[in-house]
């Protein structure tokens, strides 16, 4: 399966963003969705999940009640969708998919997208 990140961009602290993350190539009911996130210098770091169906959810603390996962399977679309968007949310975001993982652990995902960039000044 082939991932497209788009949406990300440069907003002001307490702000929105939405991220998309088409997918193309196989079946995308198929895969457990994944969003990451990279700062400059740090590790790459786990945002949360969404399964197959789109009934099971879960994330970082770090984003919990901010930052919520949807999918659409008919659009082979997962979203992220941002809120109360702090400065330390900055980072590249990554989309990520694998048929059978769900954990925070990004060497367990297949298939990752190219990044979008997020910036959210002070």
């Known amino acids: 399966v082939q991932l497209q990140a788009s949406g990300g961009g440069l907003v002001q602290a307490g702000g929105s963003l939405r991220l998309s993350c088409a997918a193309s190539?196989?079946?995308?009911?198929?895969?457990?969705m994944g969003w990451f996130r990279q700062a400059p210098g740090k590790e790459r770091e786990f945002v949360g999940a969404i399964n197959w169906s789109g009934g099971s959810t879960y994330y970082a603390d770090s984003v919990k009640g901010r930052f919520t996962i949807s999918r659409h399977n008919a659009k082979n679309t997962v979203y992220l969708q941002m809120n109360s968007l702090k400065p330390e949310d900055t980072a590249v975001y990554y989309c990520?998919?694998?048929?059978?993982?769900?954990?925070?652990?990004?060497?367990?995902?297949?298939?990752w997208g190219q990044g979008t960039q997020v910036t959210v000044s002070s």
């Open positions: 190539g196989s079946t995308f009911s198929r895969y457990n």
């Open positions: 990520a998919a694998d048929s059978a993982t769900m954990t925070p652990r990004s060497m367990t995902w297949d298939y």
